[in-house]
């Protein structure tokens, strides 16, 4: 039997009051993508209260800190993202956002003060690590191209056996942790359509080029895509966002433009979709006698969890919470670019509950009342430590 190295039967007092404390000064002092700067340098400083730890500085605003063992061994990679969204925040507790317009949103304060703690924790215990451990706190996760590709191509996955990530989720309750293998999270594209027609008085419609009624039109068959024209298996989503023409209740606007998001798994349906938005667009334009540019844009790609790793994630987590709170989660259409990281080594993403109804925190993420149960925060510091005490021991 292996003594375990890294997972403490019980946590040390202060760990609970300081992960809410740093979770709390994160929430009251948010950034916005790209602009992490105070949140970089605070976590920054707080790293460097510890032993042990090699600390850089990749990009402006982002951090890494290493921990190595006097020995060989795995290199294992834990990310936690670190900024904040456009939200003027509306709960009234003591530590709400002091940045107007801007605050955390999305429970990545959270995630940045778990790893913090599991950072401190581990460093007490250097003395065991075969290895390396590499704590990134990542910069703009919400704002594409996004943080983690500026950090892969800085060289910080380089030698990396496996990296791990979590997310705390309001709509899972608090002390389960979603797993899931396999796909997780879609690739979140993006569409501009810009429709150019004949503007012309209201009252005189056949004597202008109606974009607004080109427009219409190609929002109503657009959603024959996913039910019509692709394969009715595929996970696939077509989302119309935005719609914008016209300054007048009595004139016909010379130019409409639509945006929206496509949300996908595969690579062959991520390049049918923007092709078949294209011949639409035109087809539909073209009838009316209006011309169309149409712009496709790339996101993320996909989270797809290593079914090796998800495998020894999932006993981590039930050594951690018990077998009946462990979950399947199913995929979902949301993006993150923890993908990023996962084109490069294996890698497991997975989802931390956070909600709790009787205390009413039932708020989405990216809701302006959006909160976590602060208890969460123990089970990702916990999950952490139990994830790196198996993958140090084990041997795929």
């Known amino acids: 039997m292996i003594d375990k190295r ?35 340098a605070f976590v920054e400083n707080t790293l460097r209260e510890m032993e042990g730890l090699t600390i850089s500085r990749p990009t402006p605003t982002s951090v890494v800190a290493v921990l190595k063992g006097d020995q060989l061994g795995p290199v294992i990679a834990f990310r936690a993202d670190m900024d904040a969204l456009p939200i003027h925040e509306e709960n009234t507790f003591d530590f709400v956002s002091s940045t107007p317009g801007v605050m955390h949103a999305c429970g990545h304060d959270g995630h940045t003060a778990m790893l913090l703690a599991a950072a401190k924790l581990l460093t007490e215990k250097r003395d065991y690590l075969r290895g390396e451990i590499r704590f990134i706190f990542q910069h703009a996760e919400e704002l594409p191209p996004g943080g983690a590709i500026e950090l892969v191509e800085a060289g910080v996955m380089d030698g990396v056996d496996y990296v791990f990530g979590v997310h705390l989720a309001s709509l899972l309750p608090v002390g389960q942790i979603g797993i899931r293998h396999g796909e997780m999270m879609a690739s979140p594209d993006n569409f ?10 209201a009252g005189y419609p056949h004597r202008a080029v109606d974009v607004i009624t080109v427009g219409t039109q190609l929002v109503g068959h657009l959603q024959h895509i996913v039910s019509r024209l692709t394969d009715p298996l595929e996970r696939l989503v077509v989302s119309v966002t935005q719609f914008t023409a016209g300054s007048s209740h009595n004139v016909i606007p010379h130019s409409a433009t639509l945006k929206g998001t496509v949300r996908s798994f595969k690579p062959s349906v991520r390049q049918e979709v923007p092709e078949i938005i294209r011949k639409m667009s035109e087809g539909i334009a ?34 951690v919470v018990g077998a009946d709170l462990v979950i399947a989660t199913p995929p979902g259409m949301g993006g993150e670019d923890f993908s990023a990281y996962q084109q490069r080594v294996r890698g497991t993403f997975v989802n931390i509950g956070a909600g709790n109804e009787a205390e009413g925190i039932i708020f989405p993420h990216h809701h302006p009342k959006f909160t976590i149960d602060e208890s969460s925060l123990l089970t990702g510091v916990k999950l952490f430590l139990q994830v790196a005490d198996k993958l140090l021991t084990t041997k795929s």
Do not use: C
């Open 192 to 201: 501009t359509i810009v429709i150019k027609g004949y503007g012309g008085h």
């Open 6 to 40: 890294f997972a403490f039967e019980q946590l040390p007092d202060w760990v609970e009051d300081q992960v809410i404390a740093w979770r709390r000064y994160l929430h009251q002092h948010p950034e916005l993508s790209f602009h992490e700067h105070e949140t970089a």
């Open 286 to 319: 073209a009838l009316y006698g209006a011309t169309v540019e149409v712009n496709f844009v790339y996101g993320y790609e996909p989270v797809i969890n290593d079914e090796w790793l998800t495998n020894l994630v999932h006993e981590a987590a039930v050594e």
